[in-house]
Each structure stands twice: as structure tokens, then as C-alpha cells.
Nanobody
């Protein structure tokens, strides 16, 4: 199993930045891919960014150029740097890990962008 613990959410003004972190309970070398989903109120969960074990990254179109996903293998942690935040980035952000043909989810962290 993999336990995921997110941190770094909060309230920020539009145009500001936040850095989310996701700490995994096992070495992320063994994890095929990790990523971040978000869910806004009344909306479906959507994949925001992902990173593979080979460090290939992919982004939701609306966050390209503003968000950066990265891995810190020494700390078994994945980060999501979010810059130039917009009101529509508000939601609960979930860390996800694809390991051993199973998908694991964190508990989520709230990001609220205010005007």
C-alpha cells in the first residue's frame, strides 16, 4: 500500500502562488506515476498534472505555463508549484499514486483563490 499526505493548501489572492506537497509512505522510485487532481464545488474531479517515474510530465491545458510538478526522490515527495493563480483554480487538490496496478489517493487539501 501507499499512504499519501498532502500539505500546502490555503487561501491566496488571485495572481499569488502556492506550493503543494505530497509525501508518500514508500519510495517513489517504485511508483509508476504520481499526480494531482482537483475538484471544484459541483464539478467533476480533473487531472491537473502528472509525473512519471521517468520524470515525464503532463498538464491540464488551463494550467500549462503556471503550474509545475516535480519529484524529490530523496524525500519521497511530489510538489505542485502553482503560480499566477486564478479564481477558477479553487478546489480540493488530491495527490494520487499509481503503484502496483492500483491507484492510491490522498485526503485532499483545500486551495481557495480570492479576488
Amino acid at each position: 500500500q501507499v499512504q499519501l499526505v498532502e500539505s500546502g493548501g490555503g487561501l491566496v489572492q488571485a495572481g499569488g502562488s502556492l506550493r503543494l506537497s505530497c509525501a508518500a509512505s514508500r519510495s517513489i522510485f517504485a511508483i509508476n506515476a504520481m499526480g494531482w487532481y482537483r475538484q471544484a464545488p459541483g464539478e467533476q474531479r480533473e487531472l491537473v498534472a502528472s509525473i512519471s517515474s521517468g520524470n515525464s510530465t503532463a498538464y491540464l491545458g488551463s494550467v500549462k505555463g503556471r503550474f509545475t510538478i516535480s519529484r524529490d526522490t530523496a524525500k519521497n515527495t511530489v510538489h505542485l508549484q502553482m503560480n499566477s493563480l486564478k479564481l477558477e483554480d479553487t478546489g480540493v487538490y488530491y495527490c494520487v499514486a499509481d503503484w502496483n496496478n492500483l491507484v492510491y489517493w490522498g485526503q485532499g487539501t483545500q486551495v481557495t483563490v480570492s479576488s
